[in-house]
């Protein structure tokens, strides 16, 4: 198969990857919001979200992992000069950061399948930013091919990530400003009458 068809292939299953990453925690954090709410509607909801992360799990997520890899190692196999460039060093340092990440997901999904609640919906929140910063790492160290850089390019993740703290903090308090659960528990108690 041409290089080129290889690396298209490999730039999909880091998509679909990151995706079903971001999606699980989302999930997560649903499903243990889902914790507070009342009867029969919190049975129903976990019962859900626990069919979804399954899906997403092992349909989309874990396959994407291992062909994403795959497609990579063969294109190392390809072009082995790549093993020769710093920057390649460091972008497969934060690949194995994703999967110590993924295996930390993995854990926490099962812990939600067993009924086992570790985790806050705020804390899974800042879990979720994770990936965030590995992506803008991986994409940076890619399109740039630059291990120097790499320095500068850590400080200004350590800076987004500050931000993204900052903004999760932000929507926090805007969300128990505006009261939502409390909105939502009202038309709930409306749609009874």
Not at 12 to 36: C, D, N, P, S
Not at 74 to 80: D, R, S, V
Not at 171 to 180: A, G, L
Request: proline share 3%; aromatic share 18%; net charge positive.
């Amino acid at each position: 198969m041409d290089f080129l068809y290889v690396k298209a292939l490999h730039i999909i299953f880091v998509v679909t990857w990151f995706a079903g990453l971001f999606y699980i925690v989302r999930l997560f954090m649903y499903h243990v919001e889902a914790e507070k709410k009342d009867e029969p509607a919190k049975t129903i909801l976990q019962t859900q979200y626990k069919l979804m992360s399954k899906r997403l799990w092992y349909i989309i997520t874990w396959p994407s992992a291992i062909l994403a890899s795959i497609f990579g190692f063969w294109m190392m196999y390809k072009n082995p000069y790549y093993l020769e460039m710093p920057w390649m060093h460091i972008k497969l340092s934060f690949v194995l950061a994703l999967y110590v990440y993924h295996g930390f997901c993995h854990k926490i999904y099962k812990q939600l399948q067993n009924d086992i609640i570790k985790y806050t919906a705020f804390k899974l929140r800042i879990i979720n930013e994770a990936p965030t910063i590995i992506l803008f790492a991986v994409v940076f160290l890619v399109t740039l091919k630059s291990a120097i850089n790499w320095i500068w390019g850590v400080v200004g993740i350590i800076l987004f990530g500050v931000l993204l703290m900052l903004g999760i903090r932000l929507y926090k308090k805007i969300r128990e400003k505006k009261s939502w659960e409390k909105a939502e528990k009202e038309v709930l108690e409306n749609d009874k009458k």
